[in-house]
């Protein structure tokens, strides 16, 4: 077996279509079609199930193609590793990111390795969650950031920032009216959330607090990222839930954040890495992490409610026992 078999049989599971699968690769089809056969001959299995009208995956395809994705990808970070050498790197992390990672705090922590360590060369992967849990079992990664603790048996989660889930609502929208947003309220609008495949863990934490009303979701639509949805809430297209420093950090305008008038729990982003003592650098990598935030303690962000509206409507529906501001003046 060579590697080209692994990458011609790649090819041909991506596309389920040989002719496709010989145009990506740049060759005839003949020597790919020969190439499957001479592969499938050594495995002694039959890999791809084939039709005049259609190409498909076997069961025992499937669960190679699971094993020659690991190979290929491990055989990519070998010859990273010999680049990273080479070029005056003496050490190498590999870190997933699932579900984003709060945008002020990837520059910062990427500005600390670089000033404490600058000689280890941090990359980065983004990757479902799924696919996440999967590489750290498979030592494809090294560590991996993610908004969810359920993570099974070998992986240790580590809460390392938190931060408060809020209600991203376009500018003008009735719901303004309400400086902390009851939930059976934003019930009744569209909402644009995140896709549960790109996000799995922020999107089970959002299901979660939506399932608090007996209400039903109106989702207008799934994004598989932050700056899509605020890009749909600006638009006017839906309401949006996502953590206060993704809100603050959207370059979109007309945009206003609003909490929920009930207490939920914080949005945790979870350190995850491989059970066992981990590397001297990976140790230090953990320590400049934790270093930057207290999952307890979120720090407040400027800004974080600008209402482009100077005179707003009283709160038809305030709370039973609102909290003070401070900026206001008592009454005469």
């Known amino acids: 077996m060579e590697l080209r078999h692994l990458r011609y049989f ?6 389920l279509h040989f ?3 010989a145009e990506k690769l ?3 089809q003949s020597p790919l079609s020969r190439a499957i056969k001479e592969l499938e001959e ?4 039959v890999l791809l199930a084939r039709t005049t009208r259609s190409t498909r995956l076997t069961r025992a395809g499937k669960l190679f193609l699971e094993h020659a994705h690991r190979v290929l990808a491990a055989l990519d970070q070998a010859r990273d590793g010999v680049k990273s050498a080479v070029n005056g790197f003496h050490g190498q992390l590999r870190i997933a990111l699932s579900d984003g990672i709060t945008p002020s705090r990837l520059p910062a922590l990427l500005a600390l390795c670089r000033q404490e360590e600058p000689e280890v060369e941090l990359r980065f992967f983004e990757v479902p969650l799924s696919q996440q849990l999967k590489g750290l079992h498979d030592d494809l990664y090294d560590v991996g ?7 099974g048996d070998g992986i240790v989660a580590l809460p390392v920032w938190s931060d408060v889930l809020m209600v991203a609502v376009p500018a003008r929208h009735p719901l303004l009216t309400h400086k902390r947003i009851p939930l059976d309220e934003l019930l009744r609008h569209p909402l ?8 799995e863990g922020h999107a089970k934490y959002v299901d979660r607090v939506l399932r608090r009303s007996d209400m039903e979701p109106l989702i207008a639509e799934r994004s598989a990222s932050c700056d899509l949805m605020m890009a749909l809430v600006s638009a006017g297209f839906a309401l949006g839930l996502a953590g206060a ?6 370059r979109e305008q007309g945009i206003v954040a609003r909490p929920l008038a009930s207490t939920v729990p914080p949005l945790t982003t979870f350190l995850l890495r491989p059970e066992g003592e981990p590397s001297d650098v990976l140790e230090r990598f953990i ?3 934790q270093s930057m935030d207290s999952p307890e303690s979120p720090k407040p962000i400027a800004g974080l409610d600008p209402d482009p509206d100077p005179d707003p409507d009283p709160d038809p529906d305030p709370d039973p026992d609102p909290d003070p501001d401070p900026t206001e003046e008592p009454a005469p």
Do not use: K, N
């Open 287 to 289: 320590e400049r992490v």
């Open 10 to 15: 790649l090819a041909v599971a991506e596309e």
């Open 19 to 21: 002719a496709r699968a």
């Open 26 to 28: 740049h060759i005839e």
């Open 42 to 45: 050594e495995l002694g299995v």
């Open 245 to 250: 420093a993704h809100i603050a950090a959207s």
């Open 192 to 199: 644009v959330l995140c896709d549960p495949q790109a996000c």
């Open 145 to 151: 950031f993610a908004q969810s603790d359920e993570v």
